[in-house]
């Protein structure tokens, strides 16, 4: 369900500073909600959340209630306080037993029982009272259950994606011993969801096509807005020219590259099937060919990869980057996907060829074969990582084509041009480029 919380080291932190005079032209405050800081961004959804919150803080003073996970978090704090009118940051401390238990004590969703908060249902209702709040925008469901009801302003609601729907695919691919609590959480976070799309302006999902499952979903569609609102991705930082390979991937075998969080389920399940399944045919092939799986928190699934059919385990890196330099082919093989998937993202923007499944493409509008490649089941996978660590031509190829198309269909300014608009401003009214 939800992550398990850092320990409680810090108190809800605070901070409030008049901007007067800085405010845009077309509107007043912002109040910005999000389950997660948003620095730094080095994971999907505080990629999505930072730019996000970068764009609005271009458009009027913007005041900022969010959780902290860890030290990590807590170290980038001024980060967020430098572009925060307003700042409330919330230790998250509530482990996953501790919100079941009192969700089910309650009959609410755990996922709102783990990111719930007096401190920042306080902070919400001091800041309306208080400041020229004019619009809200809300990252992920989770924060939905601060909107106030009275609130007579635009509310955006970024759902990302559909969590309900992902909370069933967990039911339907789980042990039996958890489908009884995901299929709870999926008919709650459901009946929530619907909710929140008749109380927001408009509701706003990664993809076309997870928009139109968030649409097709609502018993009643009648007064809601669902529309997409696509990830971007910063391709200047991604640039491979003047990026060197990994010193440890300078082997003489072909080098495959997962990068992701090695504690949410659907990477740990791709992992598993990569290297237990795929991993086996390529070395029949490619007898040194190694699988580098990279990324932060392996939990214990992962870690006992490490060694098994060329696999190597990172844990934490300092920059993704020269991991996904040194890669002769980067692989998505997510069995469960929702919205659009960064991690290909940026490893196309690195001119990295990238073979995925169907479910990690999905709202991703390349061309198959040229821009990426698509497989799904061991088998077909099997044949075209083969396939592309063979022909290096075509891999090649296929990596520039993906630069290409990243470049010129990607950027984040493109994928949040119509925010201002769903704020109540224009981009007349920005304060400074975004």
């Known amino acids: 369900m939800a992550e398990t919380a850092a320990a409680d080291r810090k108190p809800a932190r ?3 500073r008049d901007r007067a005079g800085v405010t845009g032209a077309a509107m007043g405050e912002i109040l910005f909600l999000a389950h997660r800081m ?3 961004p080095d994971r999907g959804d505080k990629i999505r959340s930072c730019h996000m919150l970068r764009r609005i803080s271009a458009l009027a003073p913007v005041h900022v209630a969010c959780f902290a996970d860890d030290e990590a978090d807590w170290s980038h704090e001024p980060e967020l306080a430098a572009i925060s009118a307003g700042l409330c940051l919330v230790a998250r401390t509530k482990s996953v037993p501790v919100a079941a238990a009192q969700a089910l004590a309650t009959g609410k969703p755990v996922s709102l029982t783990a990111f719930s908060s007096p401190a920042i249902r306080r902070f919400v209702r001091e800041t309306l009272a208080t400041r020229p709040i004019s619009a809200i925008f809300v990252f992920s ?7 106030p009801e009275d609130f007579t302003g635009p509310v955006v609601m970024d759902f990302v994606d559909v969590d309900s729907a992902k909370f069933e695919a967990y039911a339907r691919a789980g042990n039996p011993a958890v489908r009884v609590m995901y299929r709870r959480e999926a008919n709650l976070l459901r009946r929530f969801e619907e909710k929140i799309a008749h109380r927001a302006t408009a509701s706003v999902l990664v993809t076309d096509e997870e928009a139109t499952l968030f649409r097709d979903r609502l018993q009643h569609r009648r007064g809601t807005r669902v529309m997409a609102l696509p990830n971007g991705i910063d391709w200047r930082f991604y640039d491979p020219s003047g990026i060197a390979p990994a010193p440890e991937m300078l082997r003489a075998g072909p080098q495959i590259v997962f990068t992701g969080q090695m504690d949410y389920p659907p990477n740990i399940a791709a992992v598993q099937f990569f290297a237990r399944q795929v991993m086996p045919r390529v070395r029949e092939r490619f007898a040194q060919a190694e699988f580098n799986v990279v990324g932060r928190a392996p939990v214990a699934e992962v870690q006992a990869l490490q060694g098994r059919n060329g696999c190597r385990v990172t844990g934490t890196v300092p920059d993704v980057r020269p991991w ?3 890669a002769d082919l980067v692989v998505a093989p997510l069995l469960i996907a929702r919205g659009v998937q960064n991690k290909v993202l940026e490893a196309m923007a690195m001119a990295r060829p990238v073979l995925a499944t169907r479910a990690a493409a999905t709202g991703i509008p390349a061309r198959v074969g040229q821009d990426l490649a698509v497989a799904d089941g061991p088998e077909d996978f099997a044949t075209h990582t083969l396939a592309l660590l063979a022909d290096t031509a075509l891999a090649r190829s296929m990596g520039a084509a993906g630069r ?5 269909r990607c950027g984040w300014d493109r ?3 119509p925010l201002p608009a769903l704020l109540g401003a224009d981009r007349r009214g920005d304060r400074h480029a975004a």
Do not use: C, E, T
Not at 141 to 147: F, P, R, V
């Open 404 to 408: 290409r198309f990243v470049v010129d």
């Open 415 to 417: 994928a949040l041009d």
């Open 141 to 147: 469901g989770q924060m939905a259950q601060y909107i």
């Open 38 to 40: 948003p620095f730094p």
């Open 324 to 326: 996904l330099a040194g």
């Open 14 to 16: 605070s901070a409030d």
